[in-house]
């Protein structure tokens, strides 16, 4: 069984940063994509950004591009989400997600993703 657990959101002034955490365990990740995702209130979820485990090819939202980079360690088996620039915009719940054979054009939507974490909470005050 798949489990994700994310850590690293909290409180941080416009123009702050923050990097969120997400432990995996329960598989070798080899085959995963593992994405980050974001749910502000009143609105849906949305991609922020994915990155292949095997080739460490990433992929980005338009809006983040510039300002998040995701990463992973193997040794550790986490994914990393550094946010910088951070804007008033970008406080949501953001949610670790993990997809096995994740098609291409899947990586950018949640039926990419089999598996998913509690999430964090960003707060961004402006």
């Known amino acids: 069984q798949v489990q994700l657990v994310e850590s690293g959101g909290g409180l941080v002034q416009a123009g702050g940063s923050l990097r969120l955490s997400c432990a995996a365990s329960?598989?070798?990740?080899?085959?995963?994509?593992m994405g980050w995702f974001r749910q502000a209130p009143g609105k849906e979820r949305e991609f922020v950004a994915a990155i292949r485990w095997s080739t460490s090819i990433t992929y980005y939202a338009d809006f983040v591009k510039g300002r998040f980079t995701i990463s992973r360690d193997n040794a550790k088996n986490t994914v990393y989400l550094q946010m910088n620039n951070l804007k008033p915009e970008d406080m949501a719940i953001y949610y670790c997600?993990?997809?096995?054979?994740?098609?291409?054009?899947?990586?950018?939507?949640?039926?990419?993703?089999?598996?998913w974490g509690q999430g964090t909470q960003v707060t961004v005050s402006s």
């Open positions: 997600a993990a997809g096995l054979y994740t098609q291409a054009t899947d990586i950018m939507s949640e039926r990419g993703y089999g598996y």
């Open positions: 329960g598989r070798t990740f080899s085959w995963y994509t």
